[in-house]
């Protein structure tokens, strides 16, 4: 692995370690919201789960990637880190 993608792929692992710190906020949040608001709330941590899961399996396809595909695995997990944020951002909006 080059040393360019190297330095991508720990920004990478970097910002979802950011990520799974604001997961854990939401979640202890959860526990002291109302219950209609908990349930709202549990359900948009499932889905930022989900896409964060998406998102480390991408990564995991750029480690074994040639060279041709980085460049798409790149801009896709791009793509992926800015909707988790947007979608983490919401969430702490609403409810912290």
Same mark, same amino acid.
């Given at each position: 692995? !080059? &040393?360019? =993608?190297?330095?991508?792929?720990?920004?990478? =692992?970097? @910002?979802?370690r950011e990520i799974t710190a604001k997961i854990e906020e939401l979640k $202890? @949040? #959860?526990?002291?919201?109302?219950? &209609?608001?908990?349930?709202?709330?549990?359900?948009? *941590?499932?889905? *930022?789960? #989900? &896409? @964060?899961?998406?998102?480390? #399996?991408?990564?995991?396809?750029?480690?074994? #990637? /040639?060279? !041709? $595909?980085? /460049?798409?695995? @790149?801009? /896709? $997990?791009?793509?992926?880190? $800015? %909707?988790?944020? *947007?979608? *983490? %951002?919401?969430?702490?909006?609403?409810?912290?």
């Open positions: 692995m !080059e &040393d360019n =993608e190297k330095l991508y792929r720990q920004k990478a =692992e970097a @910002k979802l $202890a @949040k #959860s526990e002291q919201v109302s219950a &209609d608001a908990r349930l709202e709330l549990n359900n948009q *941590i499932e889905r *930022i789960k #989900s &896409d @964060k899961a998406h998102l480390e #399996s991408r990564l995991a396809e750029m480690k074994n #990637s /040639g060279k !041709e $595909a980085l /460049g798409d695995l @790149k801009a /896709g $997990a791009d793509r992926a880190i $800015a %909707d988790l944020k *947007i979608a *983490i %951002d919401k969430a702490v909006d609403r409810f912290m």
